[in-house]
C-alpha cells in the first residue's frame, strides 16, 4: 500500500471489554513500532516488531496490554480489560529496517482513537 | 533517562517569516534525531532525519541541524506559509529504536 494503514480509525467501547487495534506496514518494511499519544502525555513508545520478533516489551503499560505481528506484515495491538486511562491515540509506524540499523525513517500511520466510557 | 523538550510551545507568525523552533535532549548518546510534523487527527509525517555523525539536513524550505555534544537540534523554516501550520515534534533515537519524543511546538502561520 501506499502508506502505513491502522483500523478502527475510531473505536468507543466500554470500561471492562477488550479491543484489538490493527496496523498494516508498508509493504516491505521489516520493523514495526507502536506508540500512544494521550493528552497531557505527549508520544510513548510502546513496542517495536523486527519481523515477528518483539526484542523489548518493557515499553508496554501493563499486563493488559499484548501485541503480535504475523507474516512479517499485520500487527495487532490488543488491550484486555480496558481502563478509562487506556483513551488514547494509538499509532504505529514501520520502517525498511531499524533505526541503529540504517538510519531509515518511521513512517506513522494516523492511528487510531480509542475511548473508554 | 533520555528527556527530549521543545520550545517554544506555541507559536504564532505572520506568512512569509523565518522561523526557529528548538529541541533540546539530555543524553547525548543517541543514533539520530528526526523531526516530524502532525496534523490535527492525523499520524506524523516524517520531516528530516538527522544521522548522529551529521550536523544539518535540508529539505525545501526545511533546515535542521544537530549538535549533539549540546543536546540540541534546531528546525529552520523559511518564507513560512499557512500550509506549515501544525504541531513539530522532533524525537531522539537512543537505544534499540524506541524513539522518544518531544512534546511539540504547535506552529500557526496566519495571512
Known sequence: GAGVSQSPSNKVTEKGKDVELRCDPISGHTALYWYRQSLGQGLEFLIYFQGNSAPDKSGLPSDRFSAERTGGSVSTLTIQRTQQEDSAVYLCASSLALIQDSNQPQHFGDGTRLSIL | ?111
Open chain 2, 1 to 111: 533517562k533520555q528527556e527530549v523538550t521543545q520550545i517554544p510551545a506555541a507559536l504564532s507568525v505572520p506568512e512569509g517569516e523565518n522561523l526557529v523552533l528548538n529541541c533540546s535532549f539530555t543524553d547525548s548518546a543517541i543514533y539520530n534525531l528526526q523531526w516530524f510534523r502532525q496534523d490535527p487527527g492525523k499520524g506524523l509525517t516524517s520531516l528530516l532525519l538527522i544521522q548522529s555523525s551529521q550536523r544539518e539536513q535540508t529539505s525545501g524550505r526545511l533546515n535542521a541541524s544537530l549538535d549533539k555534544s549540546s543536546g540540541r537540534s534546531t528546525l529552520y523554516i523559511a518564507a513560512s506559509q499557512p500550509g506549515d501550520s501544525a504541531t513539530y515534534l522532533c524525537a531522539v533515537d537512543g537505544t534499540a529504536s524506541k524513539l522518544t519524543f518531544g512534546t511539540g511546538t504547535r506552529l500557526q502561520v496566519t495571512l
